[in-house]
């Protein structure tokens, strides 16, 4: 019985100066849809764990065997979706505050201020609190064996990518001198870019999944997903590139309806012709399938994106107390989320209900705690430091 923590998932930063993962600083007036629509990834980061939970993929904490095939399927479906844009979306972000982090800060403080909020989150979680979440599929004998066996960054695999992005940005500043532009320049995102992106993604992610077959995990590291390594690292390069060129703040509404076509379009046209001959087409392996799979994932992944913002800066652009105080917490939740979703499950698993019920309350029960559990554990003394 293997005791890996694989499964991925979740989200960074906690502010608007230091949103996404990355403390970054606000470029000019705090973007409250940015801050909005983390809580909404995060929220999803937290039902496509309790959908794993009962889908069947046996790749969480505690798992359940769904009462159908076909709920399992559809549980299945809901997280293979969520795949395949929400890190990236987390990741664009984390990219976006970056550079104006770094300027403020200088390459010392940002660093130092990468290791305290990403590095002790990450150590705390891989050796104390995974092994933890392990305890209820403890097999008996040696405590020491099952403890190497499940120590893993979990759900922090997202934190300890970011780690390494933001190392290796301040590693390209330093190569570079530090040169950067003496003010942000804007420069309008076009069409023929994105669709320049979406291909040369899609082309990357194929040819990646040839060599690295979507579902490999990589043991010690914890990644998870190693078949989306491309998108994750073109999403945080980009939110960099749209720090300086001022895209979030400037995309067009009429793009983000574009995005929502491109990700429509991708899914009525890629997406059924991958799925042709079967799953395989997901796991990547050179195959014809395989090249719409990637073809579908890269073009709705960047159409959901676009998408979102336009709709998020247009519509859900306000704030109060209730949405400071979600926005406040959600690299907090990020961090304890599987405690919650992992336990209820264990409550959960004696009622005889049906999966879908279970998923359910699951999900009404552990989004409102998550939140609530988050804010208490900031209030303890040093924690609002590092969460």
């Known amino acids: 019985m293997t005791f890996t923590p694989r499964k991925e998932t979740d989200l960074k930063p906690t502010r608007a100066d230091q949103i996404s993962a990355a403390p970054s600083t606000l470029p000019a007036a705090r ?23 009962y889908s069947g993929l046996s790749v969480w904490y505690y798992n359940e065997k ?33 550079p104006g982090s770094y300027d403020r800060k200088g390459p010392r403080a940002f660093l130092r201020d990468r290791l305290v909020r990403l590095g002790i989150p990450l150590a705390v979680f891989y050796f104390v609190l995974n092994p933890l979440l392990y305890l209820g599929a403890y097999p008996g004998g040696s405590p020491v064996d099952f403890y190497l066996r499940t120590i893993g960054s979990g759900p922090l695999w997202f934190v300890l990518a970011l780690f390494v992005f933001d190392g290796a940005y ?72 749209a720090y300086r060129r001022g895209w979030l703040t400037t995309i067009t509404a009429a793009m983000g309806w574009g995005g929502l076509g491109l990700a429509t379009g991708a899914t009525l046209i890629f997406l059924p012709v991958a799925l042709m001959g079967g799953t ?10 395989s090249l719409f799979y990637a073809l579908w994932d890269s073009t709705f992944a960047v159409g959901m994106v676009l998408a979102l913002l336009t ?4 519509k859900v652009n306000g704030h109060g107390p209730v949405r400071r105080y ?28 049906p999966t879908l019920a279970k998923f359910a309350i699951g999900a009404v029960v552990a989004l409102p705690v998550c939140f609530l559990l988050a804010g208490a554990i900031r209030k303890l003394p040093g924690v609002r430091r590092v969460l």
């Open 326 to 353: 979600l926005s406040s917490n959600v690299f907090a939740v990020y961090v304890i989320h599987a405690f919650v979703v992992t336990a209820a499950g264990y409550a959960l698993s004696t009622a005889a209900v």
């Open 66 to 98: 769904p009462a159908s095939a076909a709920v399992g399927l559809g549980l299945t479906i809901f997280a293979l979706v969520n795949q395949s844009w929400f890190m990236g979306a987390f990741f664009l972000l984390s990219g976006y505050f970056t």
């Open 280 to 289: 395989t087409a997901i796991f990547g392996h050179g195959t014809l399938s």
């Open 311 to 314: 709709f998020f800066r247009g």
């Open 170 to 241: 301040a590693a390209f500043r330093h190569l570079t001198r530090n040169r950067t532009p003496r003010e942000r320049r804007s420069q309008p995102l076009t069409y023929p870019m994105v669709l320049g992106f979406v291909l040369a993604l899609a082309l990357t992610t194929y040819a990646w999944r040839v060599i690295v077959p979507e579902g490999t995990f990589v043991p010690i590291i914890g990644f998870p997903s190693s078949g989306y390594l491309p998108q994750y690292i073109s999403f945080f390069v980009l939110g960099t590139v």
């Open 31 to 53: 973007l409250w849809f940015v801050d909005n629509l983390r809580v909404i990834l995060t929220a999803l980061v937290i039902l496509h764990h309790i959908a794993v939970t």
